[in-house]
């Protein structure tokens, strides 16, 4: 039985946690940029936090990649 074709469905499907990521790190940009507005004086450590957020939200689409890139060796 041939599962090429599956593999591809599941890279690609893989690949959405790019997606996630995206909107993710959006989010966390958008709220720190707005927390800094509020409040100046606050904006190092919100920026650090945000940082850390949009790392956090990026490591999905890592992941993502890493296991579309399995799947599709696999081919």
Not at 32 to 41: D, I, K, S, T, Y
Not at 50 to 67: D, H, M, N, Q, R
């Amino acid at each position: 039985m041939d599962l090429s074709g599956l593999y591809a469905i599941g890279a690609g499907l893989a690949m959405m946690a790019a997606l996630g990521a995206g909107i993710g790190l959006g989010v966390a940009s958008g709220g720190a940029m707005q927390g800094v507005a509020r409040n100046p004086e606050a904006s190092g450590k919100i920026m650090t936090t945000g940082l850390i957020f949009a790392t956090l939200s990026e490591v999905t689409a890592i992941f993502g990649f890493v296991i579309s890139i399995m799947l599709i060796s696999k081919i």
